[in-house]
């Protein structure tokens, strides 16, 4: 009898579920599901924008249209709000109306758009942590980075100098932070640095006589382009001036451009003899000895180890690959390999290449008298490629 009892009971409790169920829907407005859905295809598609034109990941696959990726940018604020404010209705007409959808696909939805908007909207940022400013720029001693560089004084590097002050850039070092206050050379220069271009360009960061805040933003065309805090313009690395001024399409040499500071690249051992006692720039989330440990939190601890791996594996990729990382190279010039690694200098207004190969087959080179000798010298590897008429001083 007691069996039968908790039969009956059972019974009871399923037909009441079922009538409730039956009265939720009998309830509900005819416009919800209407207006629910139409929420949650609004922010599929603005997070998708978010992803496809802003997120690194979403780049190794898809090669969206510069015109798309500024302009989604430019609009970021419009289309996150587009994103988040219907999935936030929708959350609020599901509490309202059980009814409009089930949980387990509502979360599932939810968790999807969440992770997009993350990877298009805050990771980049997150993930590419710049030290651009005095109070964040780690730099230490010569003899402290050997220490803590994976390859010791093997290391190569980028050199700064600015008025007979120099530090050392690692590639390894500056890879993640995109962009360096280089405070222990000069007060108002930065360094920037893509690893996917094998490029470090240090400027003043000031434009229209206004100071420039520059962050890391994305890559187009497989080249760092960064973002003024100041005024959210995107600014390509190669081009060292804003989006604006070039959509203009007068041409980079009709345009006001931040002033460039030459630079060098040598190992740190060499640095280490041309200029002992300076400093040399370290990351302090991506070093071992510097950045945050497991016990201090595990969170971000796990994080910059995927980050740091993801970005190695890309440039060792990068490096060793005919194809580019990033299929959104257009120019093309078949007069060297893809990957061949030149060095720059600038030649009465034009920018003048040459390989490492070539180099190494002359002692000097004479461009032309107004702009001085361009030298290279080597040892093991090189020294330096630059512009001077007493080279000897650097040797």
């Avoid at 416009?31 to 496809?52: E, H, Y």
């Avoid at 404010?85 to 979360?107: D, E």
């Avoid at 008025?163 to 590639?171: C, E, I, S």
């Avoid at 060098?264 to 040399?280: D, E, I, N």
Wanted: charged share 20%; net charge positive; proline share 6%.
């Amino acid at each position: 009898m007691s069996l039968l009892r908790i039969l009956r009971r059972g019974n009871v409790l399923a037909m009441g579920v079922r009538r409730v169920a039956t009265e939720s829907s009998r309830t509900m407005p005819s416009w919800v599901k209407p207006v629910f859905w139409a929420g949650i295809a609004t922010s599929q598609v603005g997070t998708f924008f978010l992803f496809r034109d802003l997120a690194d990941l979403s780049q190794w696959v898809v090669e969206p249209p510069r015109s798309s990726t500024i302009s989604t940018w430019r609009y970021k604020n419009q289309l996150s709000a587009a994103t988040l404010c219907p999935l936030g209705l929708g959350g609020l007409l599901k509490l309202a109306y059980p009814a409009v959808i089930s949980w387990p696909l509502f979360l599932a939805i939810s968790g999807w758009t969440g992770l997009l908007f993350y990877s298009g909207v805050i990771n980049p940022h997150f993930m590419m942590r710049a030290r651009n400013q005095k109070e964040n720029a780690v730099y230490v001693s010569q003899e402290e980075a050997i220490k803590l560089l994976p390859n010791g004084a093997d290391e190569t590097c980028i050199i700064l100098e600015v008025d007979g002050k120099a530090a050392a850039y690692p590639d390894s070092q500056v890879l993640r932070p995109h962009v360096i206050n280089a405070a222990e050379v000069a007060e108002d220069v930065v360094l920037t640095y893509c690893g996917l271009s094998n490029l470090g360009i240090a400027y003043t960061p000031k434009l229209g006589g206004k100071p420039l805040d520059l962050h890391p933003m994305t890559q187009m065309e497989n080249n760092l382009v960064m973002y003024d805090r100041n005024s959210m313009e995107p600014v390509q690395q190669l081009w060292g001036t804003t989006e604006s001024r070039m959509e203009c399409q007068c041409g980079l040499n009709n345009v006001e451009r931040m002033k460039e500071w030459p630079t060098y690249r040598m190992t740190l051992q060499q640095f280490c003899k041309a200029w002992p006692g300076s400093k040399v720039f370290m990351n302090d989330y991506s070093t071992k000895g510097l950045k945050t440990e497991i016990w201090q939190n595990p969170i971000i601890f796990i994080y910059d180890g995927m980050m740091d791996v993801i970005f190695n594996t890309s440039i060792a990729y990068q490096k060793t690959n005919e194809k580019p990382v990033f299929p959104t190279l257009k120019t093309k010039d078949n007069r060297l390999p893809n990957k061949e690694n030149v060095y720059v200098v600038p030649v009465e207004g034009d920018d003048v290449a040459y390989t490492k190969a070539f180099l190494q087959e002359k002692n000097s080179l004479t461009p032309t008298s107004e702009e001085g000798k361009l030298w290279w010298h080597t040892s093991r590897s090189l020294i330096a490629l630059g512009r001077s008429t007493t080279p000897q001083a650097k040797q």
